[in-house]
């Protein structure tokens, strides 16, 4: 798909082809990261009562593709319920929702107008805002979470993909 | 500074203004982990055989103003050398330095040419790439590492500042 290899160079300017093919990039360092989490720890561990790995993972999956069909769709189901939609009981069926919302998202994007970025709209019917910036956070908070789990897996003595391995 | 408040809208494109912005808040919060980490914590604890505080919070500094400055001077130090420039022991004198960076930031970056964010340069004469591309890395590695010092604080009993909160 030419939407995702071909960067629009703007002066002064982050296209978003690049902001997507950046958040491709880091989708594939959170995928390499739920390979490394170890199946049996990941409905369970948690370090200083935080979430566990697959509750952690379950935010990330309800604020990516449902991020932005709604975005596309300009329809919201709220969050709570768009998150109970996510079940997977072992890691395997991690990967594949993973997989499935990457494709979601790459099918999406061209389908975002470039002015709609810069729309206000409420993310999930909640949260008000221009829709570059809900779209950053749900990137920004891909990489906080992704983060922790960094912590998480160094603490269980496994360590994590490369930080600048987009690949 | 007007740079700092407008927010320049180009359809299907981030602008630099709002990339600025968007850092700014995140250094925000970054500081705001810093004033609620203890300060007897800061150089000795670690999860997992991970860096201590300090050493994470040296290379966000060492990737930020000095990052913009090379972008904008065209000249580089080499990274261990600008790191090794950082010298903090307590933790005073790091939300100064934090402050001072951010000031070095603010002030650097509308000299920062609109071309110049697509030209590729090689970072601290180190890291070739597009500029835009080493100052989202800059910015994600900030994300990243700050992350992992809220699983530090939550580790320690104590309860980070909101991600979501950029004031």
């Not at 990457?102 to 729309?119: A, G, Y």
Request: charged residues 25%; glycine residues 6%; negative net charge.
């Amino acid at each position: 798909m030419s939407t995702l290899t071909k960067e629009t160079e703007v002066a002064g300017s982050i296209s978003t082809d690049i902001l997507l093919k950046q958040w491709l990039g880091h989708r594939n360092v959170t995928r390499k990261v739920i390979e490394a989490f170890p199946e049996d720890k990941m409905f369970s561990y948690s370090i200083g009562g935080m979430r566990t790995f697959a509750e952690l993972m379950k935010e990330l999956l309800t604020l990516g593709a449902p991020g932005i069909r709604g975005v596309v769709e300009k329809t919201w189901s709220p969050y709570q319920e768009t998150e109970s939609g996510f079940s997977f009981s072992t890691k395997n069926e991690l990967l594949e929702l993973w997989d499935k919302s990457t494709e979601e998202i790459k099918l999406l994007w061209p389908q975002i107008s470039p002015e709609r970025f810069h729309e206000t709209d409420k993310y999930f019917g909640q949260w008000e805002g221009r829709i570059y910036w809900s779209i950053l956070y749900a990137i920004d908070n891909e990489i906080h979470h992704r983060a922790q789990a960094y912590v998480y897996l160094r603490s269980l003595g496994i360590e994590p993909p490369a930080f600048w391995d987009r690949s």
